[in-house]
Protein backbone atom coordinates (compact mmCIF):
# COMPACT_ATOMS: atom_id res chain seq x y z
CA UNK A 1 0.00 0.00 0.00
CA UNK A 2 0.98 3.54 -0.75
CA UNK A 3 3.91 2.12 -2.36
CA UNK A 4 6.96 4.38 -3.59
CA UNK A 5 8.18 3.79 -7.22
CA UNK A 6 9.38 6.00 -10.05
CA UNK A 7 7.23 7.18 -12.51
CA UNK A 8 7.79 8.19 -16.08
CA UNK A 9 7.71 11.44 -17.12
CA UNK A 10 3.57 10.80 -18.74
CA UNK A 11 2.65 9.02 -15.48
CA UNK A 12 3.90 12.86 -13.61
CA UNK A 13 2.02 14.91 -16.20
CA UNK A 14 -1.09 13.01 -16.31
CA UNK A 15 -0.98 12.52 -12.32
CA UNK A 16 -0.72 16.64 -12.60
CA UNK A 17 -3.83 17.04 -15.62
CA UNK A 18 -5.68 14.61 -13.75
CA UNK A 19 -5.74 16.55 -10.40
CA UNK A 20 -6.20 19.84 -12.36
CA UNK A 21 -9.11 18.32 -15.29
CA UNK A 22 -11.64 17.55 -12.46
CA UNK A 23 -14.42 19.42 -11.31
CA UNK A 24 -13.38 22.91 -12.11
CA UNK A 25 -13.87 22.36 -16.19
CA UNK A 26 -17.21 21.08 -16.16
CA UNK A 27 -18.33 23.89 -14.12
CA UNK A 28 -16.26 26.63 -16.31
CA UNK A 29 -18.22 26.82 -19.35
CA UNK A 30 -21.17 28.12 -17.63
CA UNK A 31 -19.03 31.43 -15.84
CA UNK A 32 -17.28 31.55 -19.56
CA UNK A 33 -20.90 32.00 -20.81
CA UNK A 34 -21.46 35.01 -18.83
CA UNK A 35 -18.72 36.58 -20.24
CA UNK A 36 -17.97 37.77 -23.92
CA UNK A 37 -15.09 35.45 -25.99
CA UNK A 38 -12.84 38.18 -25.91
CA UNK A 39 -12.40 37.94 -22.18
CA UNK A 40 -13.00 34.33 -22.23
CA UNK A 41 -9.50 34.08 -24.25
CA UNK A 42 -8.04 36.56 -21.99
CA UNK A 43 -8.72 35.16 -19.04
CA UNK A 44 -7.83 31.56 -20.03
CA UNK A 45 -4.48 32.37 -21.23
CA UNK A 46 -3.62 34.37 -18.42
CA UNK A 47 -4.88 32.04 -16.12
CA UNK A 48 -2.43 29.19 -17.88
CA UNK A 49 0.22 31.50 -17.05
CA UNK A 50 -0.30 32.46 -13.97
CA UNK A 51 -0.89 29.10 -12.69
CA UNK A 52 1.99 27.48 -14.79
CA UNK A 53 3.90 29.78 -12.46
CA UNK A 54 3.27 29.16 -9.35
CA UNK A 55 3.40 25.49 -10.25
CA UNK A 56 6.74 25.44 -11.03
CA UNK A 57 8.02 27.52 -8.04
CA UNK A 58 5.80 24.80 -5.97
CA UNK A 59 8.51 22.22 -7.91
CA UNK A 60 11.25 24.05 -7.15
CA UNK A 61 10.09 24.54 -3.78
CA UNK A 62 9.94 20.65 -3.11
CA UNK A 63 12.74 19.78 -5.34
CA UNK A 64 16.05 18.47 -3.08
CA UNK A 65 13.61 18.05 -0.15
CA UNK A 66 14.88 14.32 0.10
CA UNK A 67 12.12 12.07 1.09
CA UNK A 68 9.75 14.37 3.08
CA UNK A 69 8.21 16.73 -0.24
CA UNK A 70 4.69 17.30 1.14
CA UNK A 71 3.80 20.54 1.36
CA UNK A 72 2.82 20.80 4.96
CA UNK A 73 6.36 19.59 5.52
CA UNK A 74 8.10 21.68 3.73
CA UNK A 75 6.10 24.86 5.02
CA UNK A 76 6.61 24.00 8.46
CA UNK A 77 10.45 24.10 7.97
CA UNK A 78 10.50 27.50 5.73
CA UNK A 79 7.36 29.30 7.26
CA UNK A 80 6.25 28.42 10.88
CA UNK A 81 9.19 29.39 13.07
CA UNK A 82 9.24 30.92 16.68
CA UNK A 83 7.53 29.91 19.65
CA UNK A 84 4.03 28.59 18.69
CA UNK A 85 5.82 26.80 15.72
CA UNK A 86 3.87 23.32 16.47
CA UNK A 87 0.80 25.00 16.81
CA UNK A 88 0.48 27.15 14.01
CA UNK A 89 1.42 23.66 11.94
CA UNK A 90 -1.28 21.95 13.20
CA UNK A 91 -3.55 24.80 12.53
CA UNK A 92 -2.84 25.12 9.03
CA UNK A 93 -2.72 21.32 9.12
CA UNK A 94 -6.54 21.47 10.13
CA UNK A 95 -7.23 24.15 7.30
CA UNK A 96 -5.66 21.25 4.74
CA UNK A 97 -7.56 18.76 5.73
CA UNK A 98 -10.69 20.34 5.69
CA UNK A 99 -10.01 21.71 2.42
CA UNK A 100 -9.20 19.06 0.80
CA UNK A 101 -12.26 16.61 2.35
CA UNK A 102 -14.86 19.59 1.37
CA UNK A 103 -13.42 19.52 -2.20
CA UNK A 104 -13.15 15.45 -2.42
CA UNK A 105 -16.81 15.13 -1.00
CA UNK A 106 -17.81 17.42 -3.62
CA UNK A 107 -16.26 15.62 -6.23
CA UNK A 108 -18.40 12.38 -4.97
CA UNK A 109 -21.70 14.52 -5.15
CA UNK A 110 -21.15 15.16 -8.97
CA UNK A 111 -20.34 11.73 -9.77
CA UNK A 112 -23.19 10.58 -7.52
CA UNK A 113 -25.37 13.09 -9.69
CA UNK A 114 -23.89 11.34 -13.04
CA UNK A 115 -24.14 7.49 -11.95
CA UNK A 116 -27.94 8.34 -10.67
CA UNK A 117 -28.70 9.91 -14.06
CA UNK A 118 -27.24 7.27 -16.28
CA UNK A 119 -28.25 4.01 -13.81
CA UNK A 120 -31.54 5.40 -11.70
CA UNK A 121 -29.93 4.92 -8.90
CA UNK A 122 -30.61 6.35 -5.41
CA UNK A 123 -27.42 9.12 -4.88
CA UNK A 124 -26.71 7.79 -2.00
CA UNK A 125 -25.80 4.01 -3.80
CA UNK A 126 -24.28 6.19 -6.63
CA UNK A 127 -21.71 7.94 -4.33
CA UNK A 128 -21.15 4.85 -2.04
CA UNK A 129 -20.20 2.82 -5.55
CA UNK A 130 -17.86 5.97 -7.04
CA UNK A 131 -16.30 6.12 -3.50
CA UNK A 132 -15.08 2.26 -3.42
CA UNK A 133 -13.77 2.87 -6.99
CA UNK A 134 -12.03 6.21 -6.33
CA UNK A 135 -10.52 5.16 -2.88
CA UNK A 136 -9.59 2.01 -3.98
CA UNK A 137 -7.19 3.01 -6.23
CA UNK A 138 -5.79 5.61 -4.12
CA UNK A 139 -4.86 2.55 -1.75
CA UNK A 140 -2.52 1.33 -4.01
CA UNK A 141 0.22 3.96 -4.07
CA UNK A 142 1.88 6.55 -6.50
CA UNK A 143 2.92 3.72 -9.57
CA UNK A 144 -0.52 2.34 -9.35
CA UNK A 145 -2.21 6.45 -9.27
CA UNK A 146 0.04 7.22 -12.08
CA UNK A 147 -0.89 4.19 -14.17
CA UNK A 148 -4.52 4.82 -13.40
CA UNK A 149 -4.05 8.90 -14.33
CA UNK A 150 -2.37 7.65 -18.18
CA UNK A 151 -5.38 5.50 -18.97
CA UNK A 152 -7.82 8.19 -17.54
CA UNK A 153 -6.33 11.10 -19.20
CA UNK A 154 -6.29 8.83 -22.14
CA UNK A 155 -9.58 8.18 -22.33
CA UNK A 156 -10.77 11.56 -21.69
CA UNK A 157 -9.10 12.38 -24.71
CA UNK A 158 -10.56 10.06 -26.53
CA UNK A 159 -14.06 11.21 -25.53
CA UNK A 160 -13.16 14.75 -25.89
CA UNK A 161 -12.39 14.02 -29.58
CA UNK A 162 -15.42 12.02 -30.31
CA UNK A 163 -17.80 14.74 -28.84
CA UNK A 164 -16.11 17.39 -30.55
CA UNK A 165 -16.53 15.53 -33.91
CA UNK A 166 -20.25 14.74 -33.49
CA UNK A 167 -21.08 18.74 -32.38
CA UNK A 168 -20.88 19.04 -36.14
CA UNK A 169 -23.93 17.49 -36.46
CA UNK A 170 -25.32 20.32 -34.35
CA UNK A 171 -26.00 23.99 -35.82
CA UNK A 172 -23.41 26.17 -33.87
CA UNK A 173 -24.95 29.39 -32.48
CA UNK A 174 -22.80 32.72 -32.60
CA UNK A 175 -20.70 33.39 -29.92
CA UNK A 176 -20.49 36.60 -27.96
CA UNK A 177 -17.93 38.60 -28.82
CA UNK A 178 -17.71 41.21 -25.72
CA UNK A 179 -20.16 41.38 -23.26
CA UNK A 180 -19.92 43.92 -19.76
CA UNK A 181 -17.37 43.32 -17.34
CA UNK A 182 -17.94 42.84 -13.64
CA UNK A 183 -18.28 40.08 -11.17
CA UNK A 184 -18.85 37.57 -13.66
CA UNK A 185 -15.61 38.34 -15.37
CA UNK A 186 -13.88 37.75 -11.90
CA UNK A 187 -15.38 34.45 -11.14
CA UNK A 188 -14.42 33.02 -14.33
CA UNK A 189 -10.85 33.99 -13.61
CA UNK A 190 -11.26 32.35 -10.14
CA UNK A 191 -12.79 29.11 -11.46
CA UNK A 192 -10.25 29.33 -14.64
CA UNK A 193 -7.44 29.51 -12.30
CA UNK A 194 -9.05 26.55 -10.31
CA UNK A 195 -9.22 24.05 -13.42
CA UNK A 196 -5.50 24.57 -14.05
CA UNK A 197 -4.76 24.37 -10.03
CA UNK A 198 -2.95 21.01 -8.95
CA UNK A 199 -0.55 22.02 -6.74
CA UNK A 200 -0.43 19.05 -4.06
CA UNK A 201 0.16 16.86 -7.07
CA UNK A 202 2.93 18.79 -7.81
CA UNK A 203 4.94 17.06 -5.08
CA UNK A 204 3.79 13.32 -6.15
CA UNK A 205 5.84 14.41 -9.36
CA UNK A 206 8.79 15.65 -8.29
CA UNK A 207 8.70 12.51 -5.78
CA UNK A 208 8.41 10.21 -8.65
CA UNK A 209 10.71 11.71 -11.01
CA UNK A 210 13.39 11.72 -8.16
CA UNK A 211 15.09 9.70 -10.15
CA UNK A 212 15.73 12.31 -12.70
CA UNK A 213 15.13 15.71 -11.73
CA UNK A 214 15.71 17.56 -15.18
CA UNK A 215 12.26 15.79 -15.89
CA UNK A 216 10.41 17.97 -13.65
CA UNK A 217 9.67 20.99 -14.89
CA UNK A 218 9.22 19.20 -18.45
CA UNK A 219 6.52 17.20 -16.53
CA UNK A 220 4.45 21.01 -14.89
CA UNK A 221 4.37 21.95 -18.43
CA UNK A 222 3.32 18.89 -20.39
CA UNK A 223 0.15 18.42 -17.66
CA UNK A 224 -1.00 21.78 -18.03
CA UNK A 225 -0.03 22.02 -21.40
CA UNK A 226 -2.69 19.10 -21.86
CA UNK A 227 -5.53 20.26 -19.54
CA UNK A 228 -5.20 23.80 -21.62
CA UNK A 229 -5.86 22.33 -24.98
CA UNK A 230 -9.17 20.16 -22.58
CA UNK A 231 -10.07 23.25 -21.28
CA UNK A 232 -10.04 25.29 -24.35
CA UNK A 233 -11.99 22.41 -26.58
CA UNK A 234 -14.42 21.75 -23.70
CA UNK A 235 -15.36 25.83 -23.53
CA UNK A 236 -15.73 26.10 -27.20
CA UNK A 237 -17.92 23.51 -28.14
CA UNK A 238 -19.96 24.03 -25.14
CA UNK A 239 -20.88 27.59 -26.06
CA UNK A 240 -21.40 26.76 -29.76
CA UNK A 241 -24.00 23.75 -29.34
CA UNK A 242 -25.44 23.80 -26.00
CA UNK A 243 -28.98 25.15 -26.30
CA UNK A 244 -28.54 26.30 -22.76
CA UNK A 245 -25.11 26.30 -21.12
CA UNK A 246 -25.46 24.56 -17.52
CA UNK A 247 -23.82 24.55 -14.34
CA UNK A 248 -22.31 21.13 -15.46
CA UNK A 249 -20.98 21.38 -18.43
CA UNK A 250 -21.56 18.44 -20.41
CA UNK A 251 -25.10 17.98 -19.72
CA UNK A 252 -26.21 20.73 -22.36
CA UNK A 253 -23.05 20.08 -24.79
CA UNK A 254 -24.63 16.10 -24.90
CA UNK A 255 -28.09 17.28 -25.05
CA UNK A 256 -27.95 19.30 -28.14
CA UNK A 257 -25.83 16.42 -29.66
CA UNK A 258 -27.99 13.71 -28.49
CA UNK A 259 -28.35 10.06 -28.50
CA UNK A 260 -25.06 8.22 -27.95
CA UNK A 261 -23.65 11.90 -26.81
CA UNK A 262 -25.67 11.46 -23.47
CA UNK A 263 -23.59 8.51 -22.16
CA UNK A 264 -20.20 9.70 -23.51
CA UNK A 265 -20.30 12.91 -22.03
CA UNK A 266 -21.64 11.39 -18.64
CA UNK A 267 -18.23 8.88 -18.91
CA UNK A 268 -15.97 11.97 -19.66
CA UNK A 269 -17.90 13.33 -15.94
CA UNK A 270 -17.14 10.85 -14.23
CA UNK A 271 -13.25 9.97 -15.49
CA UNK A 272 -12.56 14.09 -15.21
CA UNK A 273 -13.87 13.67 -11.76
CA UNK A 274 -12.13 10.68 -10.81
CA UNK A 275 -9.18 11.81 -11.98
CA UNK A 276 -8.82 14.68 -9.91
CA UNK A 277 -9.88 12.74 -6.38
CA UNK A 278 -7.24 10.50 -7.01
CA UNK A 279 -4.85 12.42 -7.19
CA UNK A 280 -6.19 14.84 -4.26
CA UNK A 281 -6.61 11.99 -1.96
CA UNK A 282 -3.50 10.79 -2.29
CA UNK A 283 -1.72 13.69 -1.62
CA UNK A 284 -4.07 14.09 1.62
CA UNK A 285 -3.05 10.01 2.51
CA UNK A 286 0.76 11.70 2.49
CA UNK A 287 0.58 14.59 4.32
CA UNK A 288 -1.72 13.09 6.75
CA UNK A 289 0.79 10.15 7.42
CA UNK A 290 3.54 12.47 7.46
CA UNK A 291 1.77 14.26 10.28
CA UNK A 292 0.33 12.27 12.25
CA UNK A 293 2.65 9.45 12.29
CA UNK A 294 -0.45 7.15 11.04
CA UNK A 295 -0.10 4.42 9.43
CA UNK A 296 -0.69 4.14 5.69
CA UNK A 297 -3.87 2.27 5.82
CA UNK A 298 -5.42 4.24 8.72
CA UNK A 299 -4.08 7.20 7.11
CA UNK A 300 -6.07 6.20 3.75
CA UNK A 301 -8.91 5.91 5.69
CA UNK A 302 -8.66 9.14 7.78
CA UNK A 303 -8.07 10.58 3.87
CA UNK A 304 -10.75 9.02 1.96
CA UNK A 305 -14.20 8.37 4.32
CA UNK A 306 -14.65 11.52 5.99
CA UNK A 307 -15.51 12.84 1.86
CA UNK A 308 -17.85 10.03 1.65
CA UNK A 309 -19.89 10.74 4.85
CA UNK A 310 -19.98 14.71 4.07
CA UNK A 311 -20.99 13.88 0.58
CA UNK A 312 -24.14 11.29 1.69
CA UNK A 313 -24.98 14.15 4.17
CA UNK A 314 -25.13 16.36 1.66
CA UNK A 315 -23.31 19.64 1.23
CA UNK A 316 -24.98 22.32 -1.54
CA UNK A 317 -24.45 22.16 -5.23
CA UNK A 318 -21.79 21.38 -7.18
CA UNK A 319 -20.98 24.56 -8.33
CA UNK A 320 -20.81 26.05 -5.05
CA UNK A 321 -18.93 23.13 -3.44
CA UNK A 322 -15.88 23.65 -6.54
CA UNK A 323 -15.96 27.42 -6.27
CA UNK A 324 -15.47 27.22 -2.36
CA UNK A 325 -12.19 24.52 -3.12
CA UNK A 326 -11.21 27.20 -5.28
CA UNK A 327 -11.15 29.92 -3.12
CA UNK A 328 -9.45 28.22 -0.39
CA UNK A 329 -6.58 26.30 -2.24
CA UNK A 330 -6.23 29.92 -3.36
CA UNK A 331 -5.61 31.27 0.11
CA UNK A 332 -3.65 28.84 1.22
CA UNK A 333 -1.23 29.60 -2.14
CA UNK A 334 -1.04 33.06 -1.24
CA UNK A 335 -0.48 32.80 2.39
CA UNK A 336 2.17 30.28 2.41
CA UNK A 337 3.76 29.98 -0.85
CA UNK A 338 5.88 32.37 -1.20
CA UNK A 339 7.10 32.80 1.96
CA UNK A 340 8.48 29.51 2.11
CA UNK A 341 9.55 29.52 -1.91
CA UNK A 342 11.97 32.40 -0.15
CA UNK A 343 12.94 30.85 2.58
CA UNK A 344 13.91 27.53 0.22
CA UNK A 345 16.20 29.60 -2.23
CA UNK A 346 18.04 31.04 0.86
CA UNK A 347 18.50 28.06 2.86
CA UNK A 348 19.49 26.09 -0.68
CA UNK A 349 22.07 28.55 -1.63
CA UNK A 350 23.59 28.50 2.11
CA UNK A 351 24.26 25.20 1.95
CA UNK A 352 25.11 25.06 -1.64
CA UNK A 353 22.23 22.31 -2.55
CA UNK A 354 22.26 21.05 -5.77
CA UNK A 355 18.71 21.06 -7.04
CA UNK A 356 16.48 22.47 -9.73
CA UNK A 357 15.30 26.04 -10.08
CA UNK A 358 13.74 28.22 -12.11
CA UNK A 359 16.42 31.04 -12.06
CA UNK A 360 14.74 34.60 -13.38
CA UNK A 361 11.22 33.27 -13.57
CA UNK A 362 11.49 33.04 -9.83
CA UNK A 363 12.77 36.49 -8.86
CA UNK A 364 10.78 38.84 -6.58
CA UNK A 365 8.52 40.03 -9.37
CA UNK A 366 7.48 37.06 -10.66
CA UNK A 367 6.46 36.28 -6.89
CA UNK A 368 4.53 39.25 -6.56
CA UNK A 369 2.78 38.46 -9.48
CA UNK A 370 1.60 34.51 -8.01
CA UNK A 371 0.49 36.70 -4.67
CA UNK A 372 -1.70 39.26 -6.79
CA UNK A 373 -3.24 36.48 -9.01
CA UNK A 374 -4.38 34.42 -6.52
CA UNK A 375 -5.43 36.74 -4.08
CA UNK A 376 -8.01 37.95 -7.39
CA UNK A 377 -8.96 34.20 -7.67
CA UNK A 378 -9.77 34.07 -4.00
CA UNK A 379 -12.04 36.95 -4.68
CA UNK A 380 -13.35 35.75 -7.58
CA UNK A 381 -13.90 32.33 -5.42
CA UNK A 382 -16.64 34.21 -3.54
CA UNK A 383 -17.95 36.82 -5.74
CA UNK A 384 -21.86 36.35 -6.40
CA UNK A 385 -22.99 35.50 -9.61
CA UNK A 386 -26.32 35.61 -11.64
Known sequence: MLAQKKLTLLEASCIITGYGVGGGILAVPYLASLNGAVAVIIIMAAAYLFSLLMHLMIAELCSGEGESVQVVEVFRK??????????????????????FLFSQAAYIVGAGEIITD?????????????????????????????????????????ILLLLAVGSFAVPFKPLTILAPLGNVTLALFG?????????????????????????????????????????AIFIFFTLSVSPEVTEVATIGWTSAIGGWARIVGSVF?????????????????????????????????AATLPTLLLA????????????????????????????AFRGSRRHKAALGIDSWNMGFWGTPVFQAIVIVTYLLTAVGSFVPIP
Open 78 to 99: YVFKGRFENLWVWLFFALLVLI
Open 118 to 158: LLGWPPWVSQIAFYLIAAGVVAFGLKVLGISEKYAVAGLAV
Open 191 to 231: MSMFCFSAPFAVPQAVEGLSWNKKLIPKAVLLGMGINLVFI
Open 269 to 301: MALAILTTYWSASYALVVIIKERTGWSERLSWL
Open 312 to 339: VAGLGSFLELMRDAAGGVALCVVIMLIP
